[in-house]
């Protein structure tokens, strides 16, 4: 692997094969390419612990082609007294023959923190570095290692069986909202708030509303167990005023919410028309209904669990 110039980053990744299609438009939504193995190089920074399927970064000191030369890079690391640990990060990617054993992966930790300048502390460092061997070079940088906020968002007070799970939706926030710098978003639709509380963590700028009164305490009372604040209001997305950068539209279509297809046009045209994007969440073929409404299909993907499928669909 040869670095281009400029400050690199690398992320690792994992996720279930019912996952790749999401994975992969969330690939394309932030970092626009897809890696065709479970490690991404990309110049653009994202947080690792916004993604459901990002596992750690890197943010990239050294790439060398050899151990040696690596240990002499890193003894020129200028801590100014601040404690450090260094992570060996495996690269599932690569045929096990390339795969580091355990004993060798530490051995490698040990005699890297032998070379750094440093006092090294394994339980509380000041700073973390990881190591990684990637198509037989060597990189050395930044450690940050994800934090799954997602999964923290399972144990809600109110919850009903056929919202998206906190993974998926997460996943859709990324899709909608990859920049959220002076992003304005909405979920029109909001039920019980998942999308609300994915996003609201995240620190984006989004607002919620329903038309059916009797779940908004539910969502209220989600958001305030996380400690997240945000406005979500009554209302029938047809009767939405207010213009939007992103629209985020999980469509209703459980027993309690049957909508025929004319008020799924209503619905979408209204979309069309408070928000510039609109990612829509859905169980039925809708693209007929879609393009009707005066949307153009920008990307998709296909989120399962078990037989039960859901498609993302992106538009403008």
């Known amino acids: 692997m040869t670095l281009q110039k400029g400050t690199t980053y690398i992320y690792t ?3 279930a094969e019912d996952e790749r299609s999401l994975c992969a438009l969330e690939m394309r939504s932030l970092f ?21 399927f990002i596992k ?11 151990l040696e030369n690596l240990f002499l890079q890193v003894e020129t690391l200028q801590l100014s007294g601040a404690t450090f640990k260094v992570t060996y990060v495996k690269n599932s990617g690569q045929a096990k023959s390339e795969q580091e054993g355990f004993e060798n992966r530490r051995a490698i930790e040990r005699e890297l923190g032998l070379h750094i300048n440093g006092q090294a502390d394994l339980r509380h460092p000041d700073r973390l570095f990881g190591v990684m061997n990637i198509d037989g070079s060597w990189v050395f940088g930044e450690y940050v290692k994800s934090e799954s906020v997602w999964f923290r968002h399972q144990k809600k007070p109110n919850g009903y069986s056929t919202a998206l799970n906190t993974r998926v939706a997460r996943a859709v926030v990324n899709i909608a909202i990859p920049n959220p710098n002076g992003i304005k978003a909405i979920d029109p639709c909001c039920g019980i708030g998942t999308v609300l509380v994915e996003a609201r963590s995240m620190g984006i700028d989004i607002v919620g509303s329903d038309r059916n009164q009797l779940i908004l305490p539910g969502a209220r009372e989600n958001m ?3 400690g997240l604040s945000g406005e979500i209001h009554l209302a029938d997305i047809r009767e939405i005023t207010n213009h939007y950068d992103v629209a985020i539209i999980d469509l209703p279509y459980n027993l309690c919410s049957v909508i025929t297809p004319d008020e799924q046009l209503e619905m979408l045209q209204s ?3 408070l928000a510039d994007k609109v990612v829509v969440v859905t169980v039925e073929p809708i693209d007929e209904i879609l393009l009707k409404a005066g949307f153009s299909i920008i990307d998709r993907a296909v989120a399962k669990k078990g037989l039960f499928i859901r498609e993302v669909i992106v538009c403008n």
Request: aromatic content about 12%; proline content about 5%.
């Open 13 to 15: 990744y994992a996720y």
């Open 32 to 52: 626009g390419e897809v890696s065709q193995s479970n490690v991404l190089e990309s110049f653009v920074k994202i947080d690792p612990s916004r993604s459901p």
């Open 56 to 66: 750690e970064r890197i943010t990239v000191l050294y790439e060398v082609e050899s």
């Open 224 to 226: 305030i167990h996380f």
């Open 271 to 273: 979309a069309r028309r």
